[in-house]
């Protein structure tokens, strides 16, 4: 019974630490996250929360395993039983708002670059291979037509990643309509090539 009840405190300390990275992330930014500032921030030894994560590294990569897996969560809740342009527009909409609320996090998972010696980079590679898989999936199922060739999914996919990443780096404000503005934009595109 103890091992599970140490266990269990190891597990809520992680999710502690996890909140509180992101908090640090959130007001001054990924440079700021340490090892050491999160030891003083919790409590606790440096050493004792590397028996929880690895290393900083792996506190960046699990923040962005858990946003980039709230996001299709998101885009699930945003997009069910909905077909059709509403469809189309609901995942632009959260994809734009997700990344619109939570930049500092987003500029993480789209631009994080591990240490060149950490042992976390195919871990990180498999997980932005699984975020690019998973968002190509959505836009697909929001298309107007099933016979969509996959290059239109990579572009459409490149175009929202790479708008809303430089936004997210550039700190440019957007315009709460402009998500409205460019589903309703692609999707005139889209229709059109099924006529």
Known sequence: MARRKDSLDQESLREKLLALAEAIIVQKGPTALTMRTLALH????????????????????????RTIENLLLALKK????????????????????????????????????????????????????????????????SLPSKDTEQPLVKFIRSVLIQSDFERVIFNRKKDPEEATHSAAFLWVILTQNDK
Request: glycine share 4%; proline share 1%; aromatic share 12%.
């Open 42 to 65: 919790m409590g606790y030894s440096v050493g004792h929360l590397y028996n929880l994560v690895s290393s900083a590294d792996e506190v960046l990569l699990l923040i962005s395993h």
């Open 78 to 141: 945003a997009t069910k039983g909905k077909k059709g342009f509403l469809r189309f527009e609901s995942f632009i909409t959260t994809f734009n708002e997700s990344l619109r609320e939570q930049s500092r996090i987003w500029s993480i998972v789209l631009n994080f670059l591990l240490s060149p010696s950490s042992a976390l980079i195919s871990e990180r590679e498999r997980l932005y291979e699984y975020f690019l898989k998973a968002i190509d999936e959505e836009i697909s199922h």
